[in-house]
């Protein structure tokens, strides 16, 4: 019964961590990692933001944008991979923006 709980209880906790983001071990003595997105190579310290819109390091990445979940029924959320944003406008007129009443992320 004890084990059962335990196997409950960290079920429930995996639903709480931020999907947003990922860790990566560094190996000691290394100088330069690869991003694997982009296939490109930076400097242990440094970081940048790949192609797919993630602010990265060597240790790791996050999503650079929030993901909205809760707006009104009839707008619609897009991605502009541009600008590394979701935008959420009208079903019917993208240019009336909606308000966005909860996000996950960032």
């Known amino acids: 019964m004890k084990y059962l709980a335990l196997a409950l209880l960290l079920c429930a ?3 709480l961590t ?5 860790n990566v071990a560094i190996k000691p ?4 990692c690869q991003d694997t997105v982009d296939k490109t190579w930076h400097p242990v310290g ?20 929030s993901t909205p979940r809760q707006f009104p029924e009839d707008c ?13 406008h009208k079903k019917d007129d993208p240019s009336v923006l909606c308000p966005i009443y909860s996000a996950v992320g960032k």
């Open 29 to 32: 003595g290394l100088t330069h």
């Open 46 to 65: 440094s970081s940048w933001r790949n192609s797919d819109c993630w602010d990265c390091t060597c240790s790791g990445c996050c999503a650079a944008y």
């Open 76 to 88: 619609v959320s897009v991605f502009d991979p541009k600008a590394c944003e979701y935008i959420v």
């Open 18 to 22: 931020n999907a947003q983001c990922y």
């Open 13 to 15: 906790v995996v639903s």
